[in-house]
């Protein structure tokens, strides 16, 4: 009798051992399913850069750079560009001679912003952001946060912009206003003043 009570604790370890490796098997392939779910095409890799090359390689994104001179699309841009380093490279929307030559950017929630030709580069402004106040260790990010919220959601040149908080200089222990919020296209090139 001891023999079979030997055996029968053999055949139930065995079950079990199978029943685990089944287990195991069964959550790597889901695990396996739930990373595949994450890429599924060269599309998913997408970073939206025009002078990338974007493809799925087992399962994991790859953003090559195109080679040099490769004609590029890109909104901050005046008509093609070319590639440059990875980068979509040409004259800048906010390049001008004169402030006709600005583009208008829309405000939320209506209208467009002041905007002026200053040293070759567009600039403007929004005289009437909404006037929190703020403790001087979170300016900066919060002060950002709203100028970009104060721009049109649906502006297509939103991402094109350099965001300028300007708020008074006062001690660390004061709150401060915002006063108003600057903008220039980060790609246009302010030339220094002739002096």
């Known amino acids: 009798m001891w023999w079979c009570a030997g055996l029968c604790g053999c055949l139930f370890c065995a079950l079990l051992s199978t029943a685990l490796v089944f287990a195991i098997l069964a959550w790597n392939e889901a695990q396996d399913s739930a990373d595949l779910s994450q890429h599924h095409t060269a599309a998913d890799c997408d970073d939206g850069n025009s002078c990338t090359l974007d493809t799925l390689l087992?399962?994991?994104?790859?953003?090559?750079?195109?080679?040099?001179?490769?004609?590029?699309?890109?909104?901050?841009?005046?008509?093609?560009?070319?590639?440059?380093?990875?980068?979509?490279?040409?004259?800048?929307?906010?390049?001008?001679?004169n402030t006709a030559d600005c583009p208008d950017i829309a405000k939320a929630p209506a209208g467009v912003l002041d905007k002026n030709c200053l040293f070759g580069a567009c600039f403007y402004t929004n005289f009437s952001p909404p006037p929190p106040f703020f403790q001087a260790t979170s300016e900066t990010e919060s002060f950002n946060k709203i100028?970009?919220?104060?721009?049109?959601?649906?502006?297509?040149?939103?991402?094109?912009?350099?965001?300028?908080?300007?708020?008074?200089?006062?001690?660390?222990?004061?709150?401060?206003?915002?006063?108003?919020?600057?903008?220039?296209?980060?790609?246009?090139?302010?030339?220094?003043?002739i002096v």
């Not at 490769?70 to 990875?86: A, F, H, I, N």
């Not at 600057?182 to 030339?191: L, S």
């Open 58 to 97: 087992q399962r994991a994104c790859e953003n090559r750079p195109l080679p040099n001179g490769e004609v590029c699309t890109d909104l901050c841009l005046v008509g093609d560009g070319v590639c440059l380093s990875g980068q979509c490279t040409g004259v800048c929307v906010g390049n001008c001679i």
């Open 147 to 193: 100028c970009k919220g104060s721009l049109s959601p649906l502006e297509p040149f939103r991402d094109c912009l350099d965001i300028h908080p300007i708020a008074p200089a006062v001690l660390p222990t004061e709150q401060i206003n915002l006063l108003q919020c600057e903008y220039t296209f980060a790609c246009a090139e302010v030339q220094k003043p």
